[in-house]
Nanobody, 124 residues
């Protein structure tokens, strides 16, 4: 079992910056691919970014590529999402997810563990 706890969400003006963190329990953190998804009101959950375990490779949704950065600190069992230049359309609940694999995926159904989510609100 893996437990995920997100933090770092909040209210920020457009153009601002937030850094989300996701702390994971367990002793085999490097065996898990980690991802961030988001869900806005009335919309489906969508992929934001993902990162592999030991030797980190990352992937991003087109909507955030070149703007957001996913990273992980395996010594701290934590994955991060740095979000500069935020836009109102980034407003959503952001979820951390994990799956026991070395293969990245942008599909929510492929992830086994989920955090409770953290709200990000970007005002215009």
């Amino acid at each position: 079992q893996v437990q995920l706890v997100e933090s770092g969400g909040g209210l920020v003006q457009a153009g601002g910056f937030l850094r989300l963190s996701c702390a994971a329990s367990g002793r085999t953190f490097t065996s898990y691919a980690m991802a961030w998804f988001r869900q806005a009101p009335g919309k489906e959950r969508e992929f934001v970014a993902a990162i592999t375990g030991g030797r980190p490779y990352s992937a991003y949704a087109d909507s955030v590529k070149g703007r957001f950065t996913i990273s992980r600190d395996n010594a701290k069992n934590t994955v991060y999402l740095e979000m500069p230049r935020l836009k109102p359309e980034d407003t959503a609940v952001y979820y951390c997810a994990a799956k026991y694999t070395a293969v990245l995926s942008g599909l929510p159904r492929n992830y086994d563990y989920w955090g409770q989510g953290t709200q990000v609100t970007v005002s215009s």
